[in-house]
């Protein structure tokens, strides 16, 4: 049986809910799930139907809508070699690279690890062909050029022509590349794994979502970082969950984001969802975690503030021990 659906609740809820596979299922089945989700509760739910006979694999894709049309993904496969040599025949229906990571949950994490390419792959793209346009260049020639040497690559190639075309049409919509962007940040958080430059790209990606563009290809966050280059001469956004100050401090150096206007869809004209001053404070604050042993950071604390909410202003250090103990 192959399932493939949007997040980790409606995976539970197809395999695990009332209604759900393993209810039915019957000893010597195997459940092959193409959904992106958390790896944790991959192997959770593998655990669960192996106890019922059932094997699982999951096997996340990449290659976009063309790629599921053509047959040509790329299908990342975590579970028992057995069960994939078993399965391997119909999953080269609908993929062409076909690759055995490792035990269940290994393929999520290798999808992951996609995600964590190409999101920071395209804002790279985004950010080179911004640099050309201010600087009076031709950011297409800039492109071409790019592809003949090592900067060329799949994205630049398609993702690229989309950002000169200004065509966001989607091929993988971005509230889709926000939700496998919040499973690599959580499974990173899980390993006690810093990714800032996986942080960093995926404000870009919340920005975009929240303005109302969720529905359009995340290679469409180029215009997030082209808002955020016509205000330099103005202020820069907060999203509305940090629409009021937060104080970190490092010894003597005192980090103090200052509030500004938030339009109702939770950005000021288009702009990034989080100034460089909050991005600091996070770093800030993170580092001090590690350093204590600590690997929850101080961002999703941040992240959930209500509107009007201040947090109060302490050492990184208690913050830190708050934290730890909110979660």
């Known amino acids: 049986m192959f399932t493939n659906v949007s997040d980790t609740p409606d995976v539970e809820e197809v395999v695990l809910g009332p209604a759900g596979v393993v209810h039915g299922a019957r000893p010597g089945m195997v459940v092959v799930d193409n959904s992106t989700i958390s ?45 994939f040599e078993r399965a391997l025949p119909l999953l080269r229906s609908i993929g062409r690279n076909i690759v055995h990571v490792g035990d269940s949950g290994a393929g999520q994490v290798a999808k992951a690890c996609n995600q964590v390419v190409i999101a920071q792959t395209v804002a790279a793209i985004a950010e080179g062909l911004l640099l050309a346009t201010a600087a009076g260049v031709d950011p297409a020639k800039v492109r071409e050029a790019l592809l003949g040497g090592f900067a060329a690559s ?51 990606i919340d920005a975009l979502v ?45 980090v103090e984001p200052v509030a500004c206007d938030v339009a109702q869809d939770g950005v000021v004209d288009g702009l990034i969802a989080v100034d460089e001053h909050v991005a600091k404070a996070r770093h800030v604050a993170q580092r001090r975690c590690q350093r204590l042993g600590n690997p929850v950071g101080l961002h999703q604390q941040i992240e959930q503030l209500p509107v009007g909410r201040g947090l109060p202003s302490r050492s990184s250090d208690a913050m830190c021990e708050a934290t730890s103990s909110a979660a």
């Open 39 to 83: 790896p944790s509760v991959t192997r959770r739910i593998a655990e669960i139907l192996r106890a019922k006979g059932v094997e699982m694999l999951d096997a996340p894709v990449s290659g976009g809508q063309q790629g599921a049309i053509d047959g040509t993904l790329s299908v990342m496969v975590g579970g028992t070699a057995a069960t």
């Open 154 to 204: 799949r994205a630049l190639e398609v993702h690229g022509q989309r950002m000169l075309d200004r065509n966001y049409a989607p091929g993988f919509v971005a509230r889709l590349h926000q939700k496998d962007m919040r499973i690599v940040l959580e499974t990173a958080q899980e390993l006690g794994l810093p990714l800032p430059g996986a942080e960093r790209v995926t404000q870009y």
């Open 210 to 254: 929240g303005r109302g563009d969720g529905e359009l290809d995340s290679a469409a966050l180029a215009t997030v970082l082209e808002g955020w280059r016509a205000s330099r001469s103005g202020r820069v956004g907060l999203s509305v969950a940090q629409a009021s100050p937060h104080v970190v401090d490092e010894g003597e150096e005192v």
